[in-house]
């Protein structure tokens, strides 16, 4: 089992950028496949970005790619999106989630373990 926390969500103007951070806890971080998610109001929650567990496969959404970048650092425990470029579409709450094994990483189902989300606003 694992324990997931966000942190570095805030308000942020259009264009500026936002480095978001999941800390995990318990064993064996290495071998969770990592995802983050947003979900703006009223909206179902949608997927942003995905990583496999070394690092090799990197999934984006389209409405994301070219701007974010999901890292991972296994010895850190830590799995990072760093936004670039923010729009106001991209206000939501963001969460990380985490599955040992997937079919398929942008499906929300796929994942078994969340964190709590952190609030993204972009706004002027």
């Known amino acids: 089992q694992v324990q997931l926390v966000e942190s570095g969500g805030g308000l942020v103007q259009p264009g500026g950028s936002l480095r978001l951070s999941c800390a995990a806890s318990?064993?064996?971080?290495?071998?969770?496949?990592m995802g983050w998610f947003r979900q703006a109001p009223g909206e179902e929650r949608e997927f942003v970005a995905a990583?496999?567990?070394?690092?090799?496969?990197?999934q984006y959404a389209d409405a994301v790619k070219g701007r974010f970048t999901i890292s991972r650092d296994n010895a850190k425990n830590t799995v990072d999106l760093q936004m670039n470029s923010l729009k106001p579409e991209d206000t939501a709450v963001y969460s990380c989630a985490a599955v040992r094994s997937i079919l398929s990483p942008r499906e929300v189902r796929g994942y078994d373990y969340w964190g709590q989300g952190t609030q993204v606003t972009v706004s002027s």
């Open positions: 318990g064993r064996g971080f290495s071998s969770y496949y």
């Open positions: 990583i496999s567990w070394s690092g090799r496969s990197i």
